[in-house]
């Protein structure tokens, strides 16, 4: 491996792909000299008391409890312990009414009571085994000395509420390095960054388009990018807002638990483990070999189901070894496949540029049968023009993770050629802050029973939507919003110490209202804190009824991100890092 150079422009990037059935993480070190500066943690600890153990790309994103509040997580956890104790697909627990499944993908009920600590936990046992391996490959002075930059993916498709309990969650992780930053960064974002120099190789040019499809355990997310520069550096923007929606693998997993519980339940020599064992191999080998060509040929697949007798009834052929037709594995996969295929559609139908690729990434991205029965279904439909080439780019189940450390190097070094650039996103939904404007009747007859009057500037006013960014519009990456406030508030109830706003979204309009209605929904509450300005530089007016009132006129800077936001306070064009956003 290469080692870092010397310098003091140095920092360490780390990317962590906190998935819903498997997680990974992944660095580099901007000074590393040599061309394999991204190195993957492909080794993992097999129990409590070792290091490693494990060979894999990534980890289970799994958990359980033991006595005086230890931890097992990923693969520490032994394969003989009751499948009651093993928490899984917890990271679902963030959005629980996009999730509303009553088993997992071992059959039990799912605990989502202590979601947040469940994350804190796992990201914890993943952080305290990346030092471990951080330490043993550049040594501990090196990290101890290196800024950290992390980068925290989360789905597009979740809530704003769901990617910041994310990030809070992360931020409780102990030992963090101190002076460390995170940002967080959309799954199909990170896999496009990763994959967009190899869309390059395969002959994408300038206004080419392509639609990345991000496959898991528990999401589909799906954005479509065109490309508008190559050299020096390659450019991207979003063609459309993203969509997705909850589901992917882990469900056929489901299916396949449901399908073994009916038929084996009541046999002698059915136990949890042989359950364990069969799903096991199901996820590592059944799922990958299964094809289209399996249904043509009559396939049959072997499950290991050491233990029970053979019973050609129930698919037994021989002892221990049950045989699943090809048939029965459609129908294991049908919704999934079915739901993907109708996500890609709709994203081709949204965009307004012709699509020449669709990337499939993430772990269900990997499978064959996916790939060939989307290419048959976008071949087959007269609505989509001809010739879109659906490709699986290699690492692609670790894609994720990869372009988090991408995206993190152009953090660090915004001029690095060698990293893509998202320059500009698709608002998802209307977004937006409500202000007292002066009733005018032509505009505002409808609202006419919410006029209220301003005493300061003796008008009637009443509340309408200021839209901050409309759903479609293009977003420029680092491109500021400013809102202005006029705070209005008498002397006489004390200094003027916050400004509190709340910020409103409608994903549901078509057209932006002019006021609220049931469709604009509360985003979160901005809380600016003004006690760092100086009392003598706060402005005073006496108010048409004679009061006199604190009159500040501020700005609250927004600039949206790939999946955050960050607000600043600006007065008397001074710039305060006081602002803090509480998402409902």
Known sequence: MSRPAHGNDHKLVVGLDFGTTYSGIAWAHTNIVGTDRRVWIEDWPSSRSTHGGVTSSKVPTLLRYLENDRVEWGFQIPHDVPPQEVLSLFKLGLEPDGFKRPIDAI?????????????????????????????????????????????????????????????????????????????????????????????????????????????????????????????????????????????GSSRINDRFVQLLTSRFENEEGWNEDLLHDAVEYFERRTKKAFNMGSITHHERFSIPVGGLGRNTALGINRIGRLSLRAEELHMLFEPEIVRTIQLVKEQISLTSVPIRKILLVGGFGASIYLKERLQVAIDDDRSISNGIEILQPPNAWVSVVNGAVLKGLSLVRPTNFDVPVVKARTGRKHYGHEWGVIYNAEKHLSLYSERYYDGADGDWRVPVMHWIIKRGDRVAEDQPFINEYCVNKPVAFGRVRSLTCTVYADQSSDVAPLARNGNVQVLCRVRANLDGIPETELERKVGVDGIMYYQLDVQLEAVYRSASTEYTLIYKGKRYQTVTAEYV
């Open 107 to 247: 059959g039990k009920s799912l605990n989502l009571g202590n979601v947040d600590r469940n994350i804190t936990d796992y990201l914890s046992g993943l952080f305290g085994h990346f030092i471990h391996k951080i330490h043993s490959q550049i040594g501990r002075s090196t990290f101890e000395s290196s800024p950290v930059q992390f980068v925290l993916t989360v789905p597009a498709i979740w809530s704003e509420n769901a990617k910041q309990r994310t990030l809070e969650a992360f931020e409780r992780v102990p030992n963090l390095p101190s002076g460390h930053s995170t940002s967080l960064l959309s799954e199909p974002e990170a896999a496009a960054i990763a994959a967009v120099q190899e869309l390059v190789r395969h002959d994408l040019h300038i206004n080419d388009s392509f639609v990345v499809v991000d496959a898991g355990g528990g999401t589909v997310d799906l954005i479509t990018y065109t490309i508008t520069n190559i050299h020096p550096m390659l450019e991207v923007v979003e063609a459309t807002a993203g969509t997705g929606d909850i589901c």
